[in-house]
Structure formats: C-alpha cells, structure tokens
C-alpha cells in the first residue's frame, strides 16, 4: 500500500476486555514497529519485528500485551483484560530495514478504555 | 542508554519570525538522529535525519538541523514561519544495529501565531 494502515482507528472498550489492533506496513517493509503516545508519557516503543520475529519486546508494558506479525507483513497487537491505563494511541511504524533507514508512521489507533 | 531531552515543552512565535526548537541527546555509541512532525490527528512524519557526513541537514517545509557531536545536540531551525506549521516536533534518536528503534523526546509544541 501507499503507507501505514492501522485499524479500527478509533476504540473504545470496557475495562476488563480484550483489544486487537491492526496494522498493515508499507509494502516490502521488513522492519516493523507498535509505539503507545500518551498524555504524560510521550511516545514509547513497544516491540520490534524483522520479518515474522520479534527481537525487541522491551517495551512491552506487562505481559497483557502481546503482538505478532505472519506473512512478513501484517501485525496484531493484542492487549487482554485492558485496563484505564491502556487508553493511548497506538502507532504503527515499518522501514526497509535498519541502520538509518526512514522509519514510517501510521495514524494510529486510539483506544479508550472505560 | 540512550535519551533524549526537548528542554521546551511549547514555543510560541509569531508568523514570519525565526525558530530553534532545542534537542539534546545522550549515547554512549554514534547514533543516527531525526526530526518528526505531528500535526493535530494525523501520525508522524519525517522532517529531515542525520545519518553522518555534513553536520547541517535540509528537510522538509524549509526546516535544516545542525548536528553539534561536541554539544550533543541536534537543534532544528527555520528562518520564518508560516501558521501552517503550527504542530508538535519531535527529536529522536536510534544507535541502529540490530533494531534501528527511536527513542523519542516529549515534543515541542510549535504554535505559531498570526
């Protein structure tokens, strides 16, 4: 595609519930990327993936969150039994690959949780 | 590890006025270092990156950066302003390698005023 594309766009769930989100990265992308952008806590990273594999998941804020990706291409980020806290924008980002190269954003998934 | 330090939460400047948005950094190893821009809704996009070679870097929307090694610090500039580049900046910073990740500042946000 011609960039990033997350869905749903917009969430809001009740606490206590799972979530998914989705992206689709820039087509060829192997590098692949969830940051969360939040009041208070600007934009973090969250987990990284070369291809199907995640080598980073430091960022990863307690184990309710999990994502995968398949096929090299599409990722879900899970999060279960969401919390009051979870409530963030979620970005999604894909590069060719590393050592400089320009990583691209998404426009996020902006999840509520009441 | 690697920070980043946005010293100014929010600039205002008034339209056609100069503008230095402020970034410092800390790494123990040579990283590669980024401007974004993020304009209300939308995701991030690149302004401009220093990779290596000349320390004074071009981007987008007649915005330049100057890379300072010495300083550690990769300050982003543009000579005069228009309304439209009223958003929020952000620095950032990856040591490459294996994952390329950003880590980000908290962002500056630039409101320009008529």
């Known amino acids: 595609g011609a960039g990033v594309s997350q869905s749903p766009s917009n969430k809001v769930t009740e606490k206590g519930k799972d979530v998914e989100l989705r992206c689709d990265p820039i087509?060829?992308?192997?590098?692949l990327y969830w940051y969360r952008q939040s009041l208070g806590q600007g934009l973090e990273f969250l987990i990284y993936f070369q291809g199907n594999s995640a080598p980073d998941k430091s960022g990863l804020p307690s184990d309710r969150f999990s994502a995968e990706r398949t096929g090299g291409s599409v990722s879900t980020l899970t999060i279960q039994r969401t919390q009051q806290e979870d409530s963030a924008v979620y970005l999604c980002a894909s590069s060719l690959g590393t050592g400089g190269n320009t990583i691209y954003f998404g426009e996020g998934s902006w999840l509520t949780v009441v | 590890a690697q920070s980043v330090t946005q010293l100014d939460s929010q600039v205002p400047v008034f339209e056609e006025a100069p503008v230095e948005l402020r970034c410092n950094y800390s790494?123990?190893?040579?990283?590669?270092l980024f401007w974004y821009v993020q304009y209300p809704n939308q995701g991030l996009q690149l302004l401009l990156k220093y990779l290596s070679g000349s320390t004074l870097v071009k981007g987008i929307n007649g915005f330049e950066a100057e890379f300072n090694k010495s300083q550690t610090s990769f300050h982003l500039r543009k000579p005069s302003v228009h309304i439209s580049d009223t958003a929020e900046y952000f620095c950032a910073v990856s040591e490459g390698g294996a994952t390329n990740k950003l880590i980000f500042g908290t962002g500056t946000l630039l409101a320009v005023q008529p």
């Open positions: 790494s123990s190893v040579s990283v590669y």
């Open positions: 087509s060829g992308h192997t590098a």
